[in-house]
């Protein structure tokens, strides 16, 4: 393989990966919500009713209380930045590892990244002439952001 090949394929798997967590990011918000009204839905179905502050408090994320009691009963902003940063690069990490283990194993090794790019490969090279020109590659939109590509599992 070319290396042009390599590279314009290197930096498709990573601007796929860029594109996910960009997504993931102006979703953020409504993930929130949406958990935050799922937490409390289930607290009011477990109260079979209204519910005190002591029950909403409970539903509420308590991640942030533990974060606190575990420093020292205060939680600073580059203490708060830290863990923040840590779970979304574990959610990006997870959602990587995801897309690329083909065992199912958790893990990732250097023949499932080789599998994915030639899945990414096949699908690209529309022409199944061994290689990806100009005309083949996605019109519009973001690449690797399109339907068909969403599990790929149909490309040998």
Do not use: C
Not at 89 to 94: D, G
Not at 125 to 135: A, H, P, T
Request: proline share 1%.
């Amino acid at each position: 393989m070319r290396k042009s090949t390599k590279l314009a394929l290197a930096f498709a798997a990573l601007a796929g990966a860029v594109g996910t967590t960009a997504y993931a990011e102006n979703n953020a918000s409504a993930n929130m919500r949406d958990n935050l009204m799922l937490r409390l839905g289930k607290a009011m179905k477990d109260s079979d009713g209204p519910i005190t502050f002591d029950q909403f408090s409970d539903a509420m994320d308590s991640r942030l209380k533990k974060m606190v009691a575990q420093n020292g009963g205060r939680l600073t902003v580059a203490e708060l930045a830290d863990a923040l940063e840590k779970a979304r690069f574990e959610r990006m990490a997870r959602r990587i590892i995801e897309r690329y283990d083909t065992r199912g194993d958790g893990t990732l090794t250097a023949d499932d990244i080789t599998g994915r790019e030639k899945k990414l490969f096949a699908l690209l090279d529309k022409n199944n002439d061994g290689k990806i020109e100009k005309g083949e590659l996605p019109k519009g939109g973001r690449f690797g952001r399109h339907r068909q590509w969403n599990g790929g599992d149909d490309v040998q």
